[in-house]
């Protein structure tokens, strides 16, 4: 379903009440001002990141923090681990500035973001001061990409894969398919990492006529506090970028991190993480399976899955006395106060999340 956004529906503006979105509500602020032992399942960060020997990387970087951020090591080590040139790469402050520029830089007058999905992307056209549409994803799809649904005029497409809530991943060649001449065609693949083998990625690709892969390594390598992601895309859109982006955009230890993060070992490492983040979501989903008032959206793919449940926000806040924080739904376009994310976690911490969903479920009624 394709509609237009509400510009009265402005950020931090409007709730579920209201039929609209606070595009600018995160996982973070579930977690926010948490007591001790809250368990977090509303951000989707890999525990036990960062790991020791990245740590050490960048702890060695303070040392050459009296000189100005040279990117170019870092720019260089990202274009070989997706065999670019590296005038196809830009270093950002995580993915959420590459919304930014990508808002700000670019000329276009029909910008449409595919939802659900991150808001981030939205939030920052319209702050550009673009009017924004929108193409509503369906449940009844199980969330899946229809190509057909967004408009031919549409000349900045955003589309996340895997998606972000609804853990689906598209097929690359639905997402390919949206390509055209004069258009724009931005593919958040923030989580892509954490799927073992990368599957239906299209970084890397250059024969998609105006392709942009956002990539961020906070998620997998526990880096949300330093910011550090890229952009992939044709010379002439990561220039325009560029132009766009203040001097030295990204911190020193930062840079240090990605290039880290492109090493062959670090690359092994993170595919051994997404084969166990892959076996603990069927043990999850498993585990709802089992309840009668839970239905998950079977097809995840990413380290984080999208459930439906009646009375969401008094489950929710019965589940966060019970010690475990989640991501409430009704922030992204699309879904409503039914929803719920969890990130995917251990088996022993999923167990205990299970018992306490159990209690929870029934404390609501």
């Given amino acids: ?52 020997w990245l740590r050490e990387r960048i ?17 260089a080590a990202v274009a070989r681990r997706h065999g670019l040139p590296v005038d196809r790469v830009l270093l950002t402050a995580g993915a959420a500035e590459a919304f930014v520029l990508l808002a700000r830089a670019l000329k276009v007058r029909r910008p449409v973001v595919v939802h659900p999905q991150f808001t981030e992307p939205e939030a920052a056209l319209r702050d550009a ?10 449940e009844e799809d199980g969330f899946r990409l229809r190509p057909d649904a967004v408009p031919r005029d549409a000349d900045l497409v955003v589309v996340g894969n895997p998606t972000n809530p609804t853990s689906v991943l598209h097929r690359a060649a639905d997402v390919a398919s949206l390509a055209r001449p004069g258009r724009y065609l931005v593919v958040d693949e923030a989580f892509m990492d954490a799927l073992p083998g990368e599957p239906e990625a299209l970084a890397g ?37 560029e132009r766009a982006q203040p001097l030295w955009p990204v911190s020193a230890p930062a840079l240090v991190a990605a290039e880290a993060c492109m090493a062959a070992d670090a690359l092994a490492e993170a595919e051994d993480a997404a084969v166990r983040t892959a ?33 969401a926000a008094q489950v929710r806040e019965r589940l966060r006395s019970l010690g475990f924080a989640v991501r409430r739904g009704d922030t992204f376009p699309g879904l409503d106060g039914e929803w719920l994310r969890l990130a995917v976690r251990d088996r022993t911490t999923t167990n205990r999340f299970l018992l306490a969903l159990d209690q929870a479920l029934t404390a609501v009624g």
Avoid: C
């Fill in 59 to 75: 702890a060695d970087a303070l040392g050459s923090l009296a000189a100005y951020p040279d990117d170019r090591a870092a720019r």
């Fill in 1 to 52: 379903m394709y509609t237009r956004a509400d510009h009265d529906d402005r950020a931090g503006e409007s709730g579920p009440q209201q039929g609209g979105h606070d595009l600018r509500h995160h996982g973070d602020a579930e977690v926010r001002d948490a007591s001790p032992g809250l368990v977090d399942l509303a951000v989707n960060v890999r525990t036990g990141t960062p790991p020791a």
């Fill in 129 to 138: 001061g673009h009017e924004v549409g929108r193409v509503l994803l369906r």
């Fill in 279 to 311: 076996a603990d979501r069927a043990h999850l989903l498993a585990g709802l399976a089992e309840f009668d008032e839970v239905r998950a959206v079977e097809d995840a793919a990413g380290p984080f899955v999208l459930i439906r449940v009646r009375r």
């Fill in 205 to 241: 690709r250059t024969d998609v006529p105006g392709l942009v892969v956002l990539r961020s390594l906070t998620k997998t390598w526990g880096l949300a506090g330093l910011r550090i992601g890229y952009v992939l895309a044709e010379p002439e859109t990561i220039a325009a970028l």
